[in-house]
Protein backbone atom coordinates (compact mmCIF):
# COMPACT_ATOMS: atom_id res chain seq x y z
CA UNK A 1 0.00 0.00 0.00
CA UNK A 2 1.11 3.50 -0.79
CA UNK A 3 -0.76 5.54 1.84
CA UNK A 4 1.06 6.79 4.83
CA UNK A 5 1.27 3.59 6.82
CA UNK A 6 1.64 1.55 4.33
CA UNK A 7 5.13 3.63 3.11
CA UNK A 8 6.12 3.88 6.77
CA UNK A 9 5.28 -0.05 7.14
CA UNK A 10 8.21 -0.69 4.92
CA UNK A 11 10.56 1.52 6.19
CA UNK A 12 9.91 0.43 10.22
CA UNK A 13 9.79 -2.95 9.52
CA UNK A 14 12.92 -3.03 7.37
CA UNK A 15 14.57 -1.15 9.77
CA UNK A 16 14.09 -3.41 12.90
CA UNK A 17 15.21 -6.50 10.87
CA UNK A 18 18.61 -4.30 10.47
CA UNK A 19 18.04 -2.62 7.02
CA UNK A 20 20.48 0.53 6.80
CA UNK A 21 18.84 2.15 3.67
CA UNK A 22 15.88 1.18 1.15
CA UNK A 23 15.86 0.82 -2.58
CA UNK A 24 12.23 1.49 -3.57
CA UNK A 25 11.57 -1.04 -7.02
CA UNK A 26 9.89 1.70 -8.90
CA UNK A 27 10.72 5.18 -8.38
CA UNK A 28 10.05 6.47 -11.73
CA UNK A 29 7.24 5.74 -14.44
CA UNK A 30 7.93 4.93 -17.98
CA UNK A 31 5.60 6.44 -21.01
CA UNK A 32 5.48 3.40 -22.49
CA UNK A 33 4.21 0.86 -19.06
CA UNK A 34 2.71 3.10 -16.21
CA UNK A 35 2.99 2.02 -13.15
CA UNK A 36 -0.23 1.12 -11.75
CA UNK A 37 1.41 1.34 -8.18
CA UNK A 38 1.94 5.52 -8.58
CA UNK A 39 5.56 5.92 -8.23
CA UNK A 40 6.59 9.01 -7.11
CA UNK A 41 7.99 11.00 -9.89
CA UNK A 42 5.04 10.02 -12.78
CA UNK A 43 6.32 9.89 -16.85
CA UNK A 44 6.22 13.54 -17.28
CA UNK A 45 9.05 14.05 -14.63
CA UNK A 46 6.38 15.49 -11.69
CA UNK A 47 6.40 14.38 -8.40
CA UNK A 48 3.37 12.81 -7.13
CA UNK A 49 1.09 12.23 -4.05
CA UNK A 50 2.88 9.37 -3.56
CA UNK A 51 6.59 11.41 -3.55
CA UNK A 52 5.15 13.39 -0.85
CA UNK A 53 3.95 10.82 1.32
CA UNK A 54 7.51 9.16 1.01
CA UNK A 55 9.48 12.13 1.80
CA UNK A 56 7.13 12.60 4.93
CA UNK A 57 7.18 9.39 6.22
CA UNK A 58 11.33 9.58 5.77
CA UNK A 59 11.55 12.66 7.74
CA UNK A 60 9.32 11.31 10.34
CA UNK A 61 11.56 8.15 10.49
CA UNK A 62 14.74 9.68 10.78
CA UNK A 63 13.84 12.19 13.68
CA UNK A 64 12.27 9.62 15.97
CA UNK A 65 14.76 6.08 15.15
CA UNK A 66 17.31 7.59 11.76
CA UNK A 67 19.62 8.89 13.93
CA UNK A 68 19.78 6.37 16.59
CA UNK A 69 19.23 2.94 14.27
CA UNK A 70 22.62 3.61 12.40
CA UNK A 71 24.32 3.36 15.59
CA UNK A 72 23.39 -0.04 16.31
CA UNK A 73 23.96 -3.20 15.44
CA UNK A 74 21.28 -5.95 14.98
CA UNK A 75 21.24 -8.90 17.74
CA UNK A 76 18.37 -11.14 17.34
CA UNK A 77 14.70 -10.99 14.95
CA UNK A 78 11.75 -12.32 16.26
CA UNK A 79 7.90 -12.63 14.92
CA UNK A 80 5.03 -12.49 16.97
CA UNK A 81 1.21 -13.69 15.60
CA UNK A 82 3.12 -15.57 12.41
CA UNK A 83 5.72 -17.66 10.90
CA UNK A 84 7.55 -15.29 7.83
CA UNK A 85 10.83 -16.30 6.25
CA UNK A 86 13.40 -18.21 8.98
CA UNK A 87 12.91 -15.78 11.64
CA UNK A 88 11.60 -17.55 14.93
CA UNK A 89 9.01 -17.02 17.09
CA UNK A 90 9.27 -14.66 20.10
CA UNK A 91 8.63 -16.98 22.91
CA UNK A 92 9.05 -16.94 26.71
CA UNK A 93 12.74 -18.51 26.86
CA UNK A 94 13.35 -15.95 23.91
CA UNK A 95 15.53 -13.05 26.06
CA UNK A 96 16.75 -13.59 28.80
CA UNK A 97 15.63 -10.45 30.64
CA UNK A 98 12.22 -9.82 27.94
CA UNK A 99 10.00 -12.47 29.38
CA UNK A 100 6.80 -12.26 27.27
CA UNK A 101 5.60 -9.42 24.84
CA UNK A 102 1.60 -9.67 23.97
CA UNK A 103 -0.12 -8.37 21.00
CA UNK A 104 -3.23 -8.63 19.91
CA UNK A 105 -1.72 -8.07 16.10
CA UNK A 106 1.08 -9.51 14.08
CA UNK A 107 4.72 -7.70 15.03
CA UNK A 108 8.21 -7.98 14.11
CA UNK A 109 10.63 -7.51 17.37
CA UNK A 110 14.64 -7.28 17.51
CA UNK A 111 17.05 -6.46 19.92
CA UNK A 112 20.21 -4.10 19.32
CA UNK A 113 23.27 -3.39 20.82
CA UNK A 114 25.48 -0.17 20.74
CA UNK A 115 29.09 0.46 20.73
CA UNK A 116 29.33 0.16 24.61
CA UNK A 117 27.11 -2.86 24.86
CA UNK A 118 23.76 -1.44 25.75
CA UNK A 119 21.05 -3.50 24.41
CA UNK A 120 17.59 -1.85 22.90
CA UNK A 121 14.41 -3.84 22.22
CA UNK A 122 12.59 -2.67 18.75
CA UNK A 123 8.74 -3.26 18.42
CA UNK A 124 7.38 -2.86 15.29
CA UNK A 125 3.62 -3.21 14.61
CA UNK A 126 3.52 -5.66 11.62
CA UNK A 127 0.08 -5.04 10.53
CA UNK A 128 -0.55 -2.85 7.46
CA UNK A 129 -4.44 -2.05 8.31
CA UNK A 130 -4.51 -2.50 12.23
CA UNK A 131 -3.49 -0.97 15.26
CA UNK A 132 -2.67 -2.93 18.08
CA UNK A 133 -1.69 -2.70 21.92
CA UNK A 134 1.34 -4.32 23.29
CA UNK A 135 2.49 -5.48 26.74
CA UNK A 136 5.96 -6.10 27.37
CA UNK A 137 6.69 -8.32 30.79
CA UNK A 138 10.47 -7.68 31.45
CA UNK A 139 12.63 -9.44 34.62
CA UNK A 140 12.13 -5.46 36.66
CA UNK A 141 14.60 -7.11 39.13
CA UNK A 142 17.89 -7.70 36.94
CA UNK A 143 16.46 -4.53 34.27
CA UNK A 144 13.99 -1.36 33.63
CA UNK A 145 12.98 -0.43 29.64
CA UNK A 146 13.21 2.87 28.89
CA UNK A 147 11.47 4.40 25.80
CA UNK A 148 12.99 6.31 23.62
CA UNK A 149 11.62 9.24 21.51
CA UNK A 150 13.25 11.82 18.92
CA UNK A 151 16.55 9.64 18.69
CA UNK A 152 16.81 9.14 22.62
CA UNK A 153 16.72 12.96 23.28
CA UNK A 154 13.78 12.38 25.16
CA UNK A 155 13.15 9.07 27.58
CA UNK A 156 10.13 7.89 29.27
CA UNK A 157 10.23 5.15 31.80
CA UNK A 158 8.04 1.70 30.85
CA UNK A 159 6.99 -0.13 33.66
CA UNK A 160 6.48 -3.97 32.70
CA UNK A 161 3.24 -5.19 31.41
CA UNK A 162 2.08 -1.48 30.94
CA UNK A 163 0.23 -0.38 27.45
CA UNK A 164 1.73 0.74 24.35
CA UNK A 165 -0.37 1.65 21.67
CA UNK A 166 1.21 1.31 17.96
CA UNK A 167 -0.80 2.50 14.64
CA UNK A 168 -0.08 0.23 11.91
CA UNK A 169 3.94 0.61 11.07
CA UNK A 170 4.93 2.22 13.58
CA UNK A 171 7.85 1.52 15.58
CA UNK A 172 8.68 1.80 19.07
CA UNK A 173 12.14 1.43 20.47
CA UNK A 174 13.31 1.15 24.12
CA UNK A 175 16.95 0.93 25.90
CA UNK A 176 17.37 -1.91 28.14
CA UNK A 177 19.04 -0.94 31.40
CA UNK A 178 20.34 -3.67 33.21
CA UNK A 179 20.60 -3.06 37.14
Same mark, same amino acid.
Given at each position: SMDEYGIMWQITTSAALGIKGI??? *? !?? %? +???????????? %?????????????? *? #?? +? +? !?????????? *???RKESWMLGFQRMSYPMFGENSHPLIKDIKSFERMVISTFEDENGTEYLCLVNAEMKDPTTVHVT? %? %??? #?? /??? /???NGKVTEPYESGGYISLYPGQMAMYRIDRK
Open positions: TWF *R !FY %D +RQIAPNYHASPI %DEYGNTTLTYERMM *R #CH +R +R !FNDQFGELLM *RLKY %D %DEK #CS /LTG /LIL
